[in-house]
């Protein structure tokens, strides 16, 4: 059963701006916490920004004042605003949320950024 749902990727030029969304099932309640993580080829996955329930966000260092993590007003999907976008952005980029104490993991949508 697929309960978190990424859109949004593709292919860009440096310098342009995506925005990823992430869609959690209605079998999915009280989420406590909700992240983007990313993916590059051959390295690990590390986490790019979070937001709490209660609306507070931190962002990786790499990505400061150029993405920005939000939510929806229902709290049922999150997106993640990428702009300035460089080609150490290219990756596969994975929605995580956390449920009373549950975890769940999307299946991750490609951005690739084109010097």
């Known amino acids: 059963q697929v309960q978190l749902v990424e859109s949004g990727g593709g292919l860009v030029q440096a310098g342009g701006s995506l925005r990823l969304s992430c869609a959690a099932s209605?079998?999915?309640?009280?989420?406590?916490?909700m992240a983007w993580y990313r993916e590059a080829p051959g390295k690990q996955r590390e986490l790019v920004a979070s937001i709490t329930s209660g609306g507070s966000t931190n962002y990786a260092d790499s990505v400061k004042g150029r993405f920005a993590i939000s939510r929806d007003v229902a709290k049922t999907t999150v997106y993640l605003q990428m702009n300035s976008l460089k080609p150490e952005d290219t990756a596969v980029y994975y929605c995580?949320?956390?449920?009373?104490?549950?975890?769940?993991w999307g299946q991750g949508t490609q951005v690739t950024v084109s010097s």
């Open positions: 209605r079998s999915i309640f009280s989420i406590n916490f």
């Open positions: 995580y949320a956390i449920s009373n104490a549950v975890r769940y």
